[in-house]
């Protein structure tokens, strides 16, 4: 399933389901707390959240380090306490450590996900509306055409640079998608593989400052590996093209803007989910959630390409 998901459901949703009373908070619960790339807003946003929803919560942290194999051997040495169901449910940020623990636990532990894109592409959950299983969470996949409309606002696209990491799920899915979108709305789109472990992200900013690439725009999604370097990208070509990104990681790297969901935001949300999970409530009829996107622009790269930011947009420096 494409990330054009049922977007007005999800947003329904989220806002549809008010959290009961939390007798949960009379029992200390263990949750294991699975990171794909280390502590993030999303996470400080959710433990402020859960706590205030009066949970008190001893958290046990795995974190893979963009690893696939180092998360998955670290989450089998848990295998005895798994089994003997120890945790009362996981946390799990992304969709590679998502999907890695989801593989591990399988359904003896109660899964709530956070930033994952596409939930029922990545085989996580069976739809949005009913997962289906032990797994729900939070979603950041705004479809590709709600970002494109907020994005071309601000400047017309006519020949767009997608920068993804093929070896993420997610990353493949939305470049599928930006390529959809590019072909119905006449824009000449060039995709481009960049991957840790070598010269490739190396490669194509050389080609672009030496003009050898020559684009209106580039772009790139909800990408664990992009994010990451992020401002390295943006110090080599933030002043040469308009960046824009799905997610604030990218414009407070720099980047001049992005339209999705905030990770407090997410984060927020997924303490919600939790909470009702932790409450008694049935992953497999509990909905998925997208919190409502927003606007967020880099002062410094608006002034630099000349673009006024909407009235409602969030300013990074």
Known sequence: MKVRFLFAALLGALVALPLSAVPAAAQEKNILFVLWKGFTASEEAFKVRLAELG??????EINGNQDRGALASALQALEAEIEAKAFHAAYTHGTPATQVATSVVRDRVPVVFDIVVDPVGAKLVKSLQEPGGTVTGVTNGVPI?????ALTKLKPIRTLLVLFNSREPNSNIVENEVRSWAEKNGVNITSRRVTPGNESLK???????SGKVKVDAVYAGADNYVGSVA???????????PLFGATQTYTK???LAAYGASATDM????????????NGANPATLPVLLPKPKFFMSKAAAEKHGITPPADAIMDN
């Open 253 to 255: 790297a720099g980047w």
């Open 55 to 60: 949970i008190k919560a001893n958290y046990r």
């Open 231 to 241: 401002g390295e990208i943006h110090a080599a070509i933030g002043n040469i093209v």
């Open 267 to 278: 984060g927020i949300a997924a303490a919600e989910q939790m909470a009702k999970v932790l």
């Open 203 to 209: 490669e194509v900013l050389a080609e672009i400052t």
């Open 145 to 149: 055409a709600t970002q494109f409309d």
